[in-house]
């Protein structure tokens, strides 16, 4: 059994290759072999959002706090709300943010496989991808 108390995995800066704005990663999970689970509770400050990516084996997303917004490749801009769960599906495009008015936490969940757990591409999300246009 491993047991961290509170504080003692520190949060970290999201990568500026991988968000827009403002983005802390706080590890929750990052179960080793031959468990795949990855969590991390994510804060988005306000307009903050991720880079276009995929999960090779789907990715859940369970909003905790605030208000955000999440888009599939092709797909319409959807509000999140406190309580509200994204499922994607396995090697689906997607980015997920911050409302632009409002923070938004929420707990991102994936399992990794030989590749890894996610694969960035370099392209952010375009504000008028982001305001839904």
């Known amino acids: 059994m491993d047991h961290w108390r509170a504080g003692q995995r520190p949060a970290r800066t999201g990568p500026a290759d991988w968000f827009t704005g403002e983005v802390t990663l706080s590890p929750v999970v990052e179960a080793p072999a ?19 990516h995929r999960h ?11 208000r955000g917004r999440a888009q599939t490749d092709g797909g319409p801009v959807i509000d999140l709300a406190p309580g509200d769960t994204v499922w994607f599906a396995p090697g689906e495009r997607h980015w997920h943010g911050a409302a632009p008015d409002a923070e938004m936490v929420h707990l991102a969940m994936q399992e ?7 694969t960035w591409w370099e392209d952010e999300v375009s504000d008028e991808a982001y305001r839904g246009g």
């Open 112 to 118: 990794a496989d030989e590749t890894g757990s996610t």
């Open 56 to 66: 090779p084996l789907g990715q859940t997303l369970f909003v905790l706090s605030g």
């Open 34 to 52: 031959p468990a795949r689970l990855r969590v991390a509770m994510v804060t988005f400050a306000p307009g903050a959002r991720t880079n276009w």
